[in-house]
């Protein structure tokens, strides 16, 4: 199983990106996906919990997101992504997606794979 991230950059506050996950070696409803944030500096605070889509297709989001990022895919290309719109400095981080079992309060949130991060810089 791999994850790759991409998409993110620089961006001014009230922009918007859009974050793309490839996955490959698991079919799309193999696992729930996730993405997380975390925010630089605050590494031993451990990643943040962003967005979910699980296998049965409910999508949740961070109260913090809500309403801002909206989480898609396509199963033709086993990709997923996170469009984020009205980006505030706060949203600045490293974005991972990830697949597994998701589970708040787990270690790693549950989730057993891990891409390499995309970084996020809201700033004027």
């Known amino acids: 199983v791999q994850l790759q991230a991409s998409g993110g950059g620089l961006v001014q506050p009230g922009g918007s990106l859009r974050l793309t996950c490839v996955g490959s070696?698991?079919?799309?409803?193999?696992?729930?996906i996730g993405w997380f944030r975390q925010v630089p500096g605050k590494e031993s605070e451990g990643a943040s919990y962003?967005?979910?889509?699980?296998?049965?297709?409910?999508?949740n989001y961070a109260d913090s997101v809500k309403g801002r990022f909206t989480m898609s895919r396509d199963n033709a290309k086993n990709t997923v992504y996170l469009q984020m719109n009205n980006l505030v400095p706060e949203d600045t981080a490293v974005y991972f997606c990830?697949?597994?079992?998701?589970?708040?309060?787990?270690?790693?949130?549950?989730?057993?794979?891990w891409g390499k991060g995309t970084q996020v810089t809201v700033s004027s």
């Open positions: 990830a697949a597994g079992d998701y589970a708040p309060d787990g270690p790693f949130h549950g989730m057993d794979y």
């Open positions: 070696g698991f079919r799309s409803d193999d696992y729930d």
């Open positions: 962003v967005s979910t889509r699980t296998r049965d297709g409910r999508i």
